[in-house]
């Protein structure tokens, strides 16, 4: 499986046989990059910052909610959340997606506004590669980030959602307040992460990712 970060809480996932592409975004955050292809899209929510599947090309199949889905040999399981701690009063629903993908398991928080509860963790079950928001007032902040990742205790743990040049998402914060709260400074971006059942690390890995 090999990972291209696409900016905001974008990713591309790519499987052996097949593609998923994460929330892409409108041309009001940023540009998104050319060409990109996929064989699912999901959408964790509603808003323009993470729903604009017109940017993907191909004919993917759209999972915009919660449920279990089957495309092609890749499992998606979408578990009801909220953007906010409020359990959605201020900013509405969230689907965190659980990817099972060439036998692993990636989790991709969407806009997570909040702690899991117990009965979450339950459903969302082992994850192998986590993937959250770190920058705040949207979303979960760089303190609950890291206690998200307890919770979930991925080995891989990848973070988007934080300020970016060129990006038009003010009000949130820098990475480098995630990395400081998980003692992983100095961490330097790579453009792509691959990894696979039998190369997982032996303790929790933070990895950082180039915009593509």
Do not use: C
Request: cysteine-free; charged content about 25%.
């Amino acid at each position: 499986m090999e990972i291209t970060y696409l900016g905001h809480a974008s990713f591309k996932i790519k499987g052996k046989q097949k593609t998923v592409v994460t929330d892409p975004y409108g041309e009001q955050v940023g540009k998104y990059p050319k060409d990109v292809e996929a064989d699912i899209v999901t959408v964790s929510h509603g808003h323009f910052d993470h729903n604009a599947v017109d940017r993907v090309k191909g004919t993917p199949f759209v999972i915009n909610g919660s449920g279990e889905y089957e495309v092609g040999g890749i499992s998606v399981i979408g578990m009801p959340t909220y953007h906010d701690d409020q359990q959605g009063a201020q900013r509405g629903q969230n689907t965190v997606f659980i990817i099972e993908i060439d036998g692993l398991r990636v989790a991709h928080l969407g806009d997570l506004g909040h702690k899991f509860s117990d009965a979450q963790l339950e459903d969302m079950g082992p994850i192998d590669v986590l993937m959250l928001p770190v920058g705040g007032f949207y979303t979960i902040d760089a303190k609950t980030a890291k206690e998200v990742t307890g919770q979930v205790d991925p080995w891989v743990v990848i973070p988007m959602h934080y300020v970016m040049a060129g990006m038009g998402v003010d009000k949130i914060a820098p990475l480098d307040q995630f990395l400081s709260e998980m003692g992983k400074t100095g961490i330097v971006p790579v453009p792509k992460y691959s990894v696979s059942v039998d190369k997982l690390p032996e303790e929790l890995q933070v990895v950082v990712l180039e915009k593509k």
